[in-house]
């Protein structure tokens, strides 16, 4: 190696350590700071939140976060309203819808924040009137008991049956129907369609994706 180039990335690697040594004496420091006192409000303070983050789970595990369930037409203003956060899926018995509910199976486990449903849209012709859904697979995207959003299909997946799970997991977090770390998805994204109430009234025919 060039001389040169050696005491270049030997600065630069002192430069690295250095900022580090600087970061760790900075945190030593503020530790040093904190007396007993403060120690403790810090302690408690973080029981705190670990208890009402232990409470929320509970309360979403009662409400079947967690698992990809299928419920009727009769019991999904029950689960909306119950539910901040509800991903549902109309489906019925093809591939592609089949292709949708092996991603959202393991979404459903990894994002407890969020209720994961599937209503067979065929032996639902209230919901999916009322909702407009005419392309299976369709997933309506549901915050504060307003569909706020859908994936229709697999248009924006690709095109095709063969996109990733972190793919609709990213166009999901997206539309902030689920959090990434707990924490709100910072992509900003403006609905493909008009914001509509569960209870509102609308026409539609069925059809299965291409």
């Not at 030997?10 to 970061?23: N, P, R, Y």
């Not at 595990?61 to 019991?75: M, R, T």
């Not at 459903?108 to 067979?120: D, P, S, V, W, Y």
Request: hydrophobic residues 35%; contains cysteine.
């Amino acid at each position: 190696m060039d001389e040169t180039v050696k005491q270049i990335l030997e600065k630069q690697m002192l430069t690295v350590a250095k900022a580090v040594e600087d970061k760790i004496d900075e945190e030593i420091s503020a530790l040093d700071r904190l007396d007993l006192d403060d120690i403790e409000v810090l302690r408690e303070r973080r029981i705190q939140q670990m208890k009402k983050m232990a409470e929320k789970r509970n309360r979403w595990i009662s409400l079947g976060h967690g698992e990809y369930s299928e419920i009727s037409e009769k019991d999904f203003f029950a689960a909306v309203k119950a539910s901040d956060r509800v991903v549902c899926h109309f489906y019925r018995e093809n591939w592609p819808c089949r292709v949708m509910d092996k991603h959202l199976n393991i979404l459903a486990k990894q994002h407890m924040e969020t209720r994961f449903l599937k209503i067979h849209a065929e032996k639902s012709p209230f919901l999916t009137e009322k909702l407009r859904i005419v392309v299976l697979p369709t997933l309506a995207l549901v915050k504060q008991t307003k569909v706020e959003d859908y994936v229709v299909g697999f248009d924006e997946l690709g095109g095709s049956d063969d996109f990733t799970t972190e793919e609709l997991e990213e166009r999901l977090s997206k539309a902030q129907v689920i959090f990434f770390d707990g924490e709100a998805s910072s992509h900003s994204l403006k609905p493909t369609t008009v914001k509509r109430s569960v209870r509102q009234s609308e026409t539609s025919n069925l059809s299965d994706s291409d």
